[in-house]
């Protein structure tokens, strides 16, 4: 891609009314646009690095038997009533619209309620479970108050999965395995490190429930970390009892700022029970179905990755989901010598389907050129001029040692 | 995939409240749900097929310099209020909701406003021209009558290009590749033959659209067909003059039903004059951009595809967008040795990467088996049963003759 015609350039103006680092950067790198607070388009760099997240996240979710499909947005109000969700007094950050009938419907802000109604038409023997399905779906949540850009948004793109087995014990098992799965995203995503399994409250079926929070200074959530144990509680289920169940100590802990990036859930028959999404067991008996929930949503762990990975020139992107391999910066290219080499290496580059952003802006600085590459934080910067030679002078974002390489070179390095 | 744990199960019963053929396969196939007159989920199946038109058409977008964004279905009401299609007297389709502040925001059917308003932050100088911009993203509308399942949705993902360009004559080229593109995405989603570029109205700046129009019984349109030349006139524009200009005769026109898949649309410079979207040329002159629309719905595509290619037993999908490659029908399954020789070959095609459904109920009968198979359309449906002795009983979906043949010489067939 020519970044002359890449639509989404890089601005230098702070943006006043956003908060954080992710937000700052993503929007001046020309990643998101904002639309409305909270409400932000994926332009094309953005819309690539989501992509990437998407399918790190897709290819777990497959690897624990999990089917894709797409539920609606518009939501039929009759799932949520028996389940006693409906009410704003209940749910408060319901999207509501009517229908040309005058009949109101809702902007999914979840999908427990029509995903249980599917199921209750398509499971009814043992066999017929375990299911557990997924989405990468919109969801929509009247926020009184969107924050730090992606951090809390009104519209977003979730990855959210349910899982729907025999009994508790099952559920179990299935839950652990969900949990491995969050824990190798994370680690994909690079931010394995700073993420911690998180105990946070159960609601009615279970004690616990279990976040990944990440570390960060620009998160909304307070937690107690053990970082020996890997493992912290969140403020609201932090008191001495929880502690002792846990075999935490107080002296252990410290306590941090941080955002949730994931969440799963277990539902128990909460669901089922409210809308008859029951089983014959073996023995003929008719059981509910034991749910789980388990939830990320992709723009707040791409601004989660940018909140880590940065440094006060930009974004630093980990490699698996830098938006471009290269960021091949054409320099002297009012010297057809050089012009020509820069062409000829980037043709050469997508011929081997390197994927490649090329700088080749003529009106604009080396300086300026230098500091867009360093807000993008593509992996490598790859800088051909008068003094490469028909060579490259190569540079990884993260590093600061650069070094004079062979088209060839580079062409294998990027292969390996 | 093994069948039975699939989401998304065939269903006997005729869905009384649905009409046309393709709504009817496509929710007795389990290809979709339906959570609303309108509003459809994608189930596995169905986002299969869907994920497959997708990629088609991203193709074909990629091929034509469009860069792929996402842009949101929330929407500021302050860009259509410039180009007066905020209020419902004049786009009468709007869903519209409230933000918890009070303030009215809209859900898009479009984006024309929105993208005009984003680019308008990009393009100042002919440089930046031109500009090509393309999503799948998931419109709204408040349709009074959603009819025939896919067909006309409340909500629906539409693939929408974008041009902009510096003057007529460039737009007039690329409106030129777009059709061609067009014409290109119907026959590799096997409904070229039966595709028509249709002359329809076109709006201020244009004297016509086109539509691409493909010939349905159950279609909404009237169109005037010349085969031989393949042109067609929609009924709105079907008068002596145009007929005139067109080259047309009457005598070599059919009256047909048509279902519209795409249409194309130069809009001048109404959005650009509305939002201000300028550029500086050559001669240091300001002037408007010049944009097209370019729009297909995925939906209505798929569903076409049904209504066109299908018998009286269900569907017949084009192997290009097959949602498996194979229906793999395990027979006497309670036998041992034929239950492991399934398995086994079931197996082998995993291991060969080939996409298989593999029918491996054992509370089903043959016929049954058989039906499903013929309901869902998999371009290859594979036998094995005590009478196949090892080997495979291949059949396709469109041919009636079966022929036994090895698994070694199946996966050749299938990897060519």
Known sequence: MRYSHLVGKTKKEIQKDEVGISVQYLIRGGFIHKEL?????????????ANK???????????IDGQELTMTAIQNPEPWKKSGRWEDSVVDIWFKTLLKNGSEVGLATTHEEPLTKLLSQQISSYKDLPL????????????PRPRSGLLRAREFIMKDLYSFDLDKEEHEKYY?????????????????DQTYLTFASGGTFSKYSHEFQTLCENGEDTIYVDKK????????VFNDEVLKELGLKKEDLEEEKAIE????????????????????????????????????????????????KHDDKGIIWPENISPYKVHLIGLNLDDEKVNKTVEDIYSKLLENKISILFDDRKEVTPGEKFADADLLGITYRAVVSLKTDGEIELK???EDKSEIISVVDFINILKK
Request: hydrophobic share 40%.
């Open 396 to 398: 990884k974002r993260d």
């Open 261 to 308: 990036v994931g969440n799963i859930f277990p539902l128990g028959t909460k669901y089922s029970d409210a809308l008859g999404l029951t089983f014959t067991d073996e023995k003929g008996e008719k059981k509910p179905v034991i749910m789980g929930s388990y939830g990320i949503g992709i723009g707040r762990t791409m601004a989660t990755i940018v909140e880590l």
């Open 176 to 192: 652990e395995r969900a949990k491995q799965a969050y824990i190798k995203i994370w680690e994909r995503l690079g931010i394995g």
């Open 229 to 236: 144990k890997k493992i912290a509680v969140n403020k609201e």
């Open 53 to 63: 997240i998407i399918e790190i996240i897709r290819e777990e979710m497959v690897a």
């Open 132 to 143: 557990y399905v997924f989405q990468f779906q919109t969801k929509f949540r009247n926020e």
């Open 37 to 49: 607070a909270g409400v932000y388009a994926l332009l094309p760099l953005g819309l690539r690095v």
